[in-house]
């Protein structure tokens, strides 16, 4: 078990430009979630996926970004037309849960993805 | 919606002493309450967690009971030393249909000096 893995560990990008971020979660864990961290600040839920089925999207989810979870093993995350408000860690976590109740067992946080724009 | 406050940081203490950080929050329902840490360049960890009422969640020599009286989950140790220097984060799960969201507060940064 390596635990939740997230590529690449850092990214710098221009304004406008696409981005995209990669999760492998625990492999016998079924859910996946995205955050959000800006500095000084806890994170933020974006969004999570129960095996492949993305099931909620937090208001902070703007249309630019977009994310998967193709066959329910490894997620992307990716935000189109960067803004300099984009600045962020970009965390993924995973959890196992027979059913959609709780938070299920084994929540494991990646180290994340810091999201420079410049 | 559901949110959690935590007490004004940094808080900085000398080793061996009493640490207690603050944590409340507003949720509907009956949420489980949670304490993650994060230590300089690493990931989040789960450090204790309470899932009802008058539960007391405790690791590594930390404690914190979940009131719901006061709707508070602060976090207590008797004793810190200089490892336990981190960032702590207090969360919740409102459960129902949250699914495994978390709502965290916006955390407490820890230093202790020798």
């Known amino acids: 078990d390596t635990g939740v893995s997230q590529n690449p560990r850092h990214k710098i990008t221009k304004r406008g430009q696409n981005v995209t971020f990669r999760c492998d979660p625990i492999?016998?864990?079924?859910?996946l979630y995205w955050y959000r961290q800006t500095l000084g600040q806890g994170p933020e839920f974006l969004t999570y996926?129960?095996?492949?089925?993305?099931?909620?999207k937090s208001r902070l989810l703007s249309d630019r970004f977009s994310a998967e979870r193709p066959k329910g093993s490894f997620s992307t995350l990716e935000i189109q037309r960067t803004e300099q408000g984009d600045s962020a860690m970009y965390l993924c976590a995973s959890s196992f849960s027979p059913n959609l109740q709780g938070v299920g067992y084994g929540y494991t946080f990646g180290s994340g993805t810091r999201l420079t724009v410049v | 919606g559901d949110s959690v406050t935590q007490m004004e940081g940094p808080v900085t203490l000398s080793e061996e002493a009493f640490l207690t950080i603050n944590c409340t929050y507003t949720a509907t329902g009956y949420p489980s309450l949670f304490w993650y840490v994060q230590y300089p360049g690493e990931g989040l960890q789960l450090l204790l967690k309470a899932t009802k009422a008058d539960d007391k969640g405790s690791n590594k020599g930390f404690e914190a009971t979940y009131r719901k009286e006061t709707t508070s989950f602060h976090l207590e140790k008797g004793s810190v030393q200089v490892s336990d220097s981190a960032v702590y984060f207090c969360?919740?799960?409102?459960?129902?249909?949250?699914?495994?969201?978390?709502?965290f507060g916006q955390g407490t940064i820890l230093t202790v000096h020798p």
């Open positions: 492999s016998e864990h079924n859910r």
């Open positions: 996926f129960q095996n492949e089925a993305q099931l909620e």
């Open positions: 969360a919740l799960n409102a459960g129902g249909t949250s699914y495994g969201k978390l709502t």
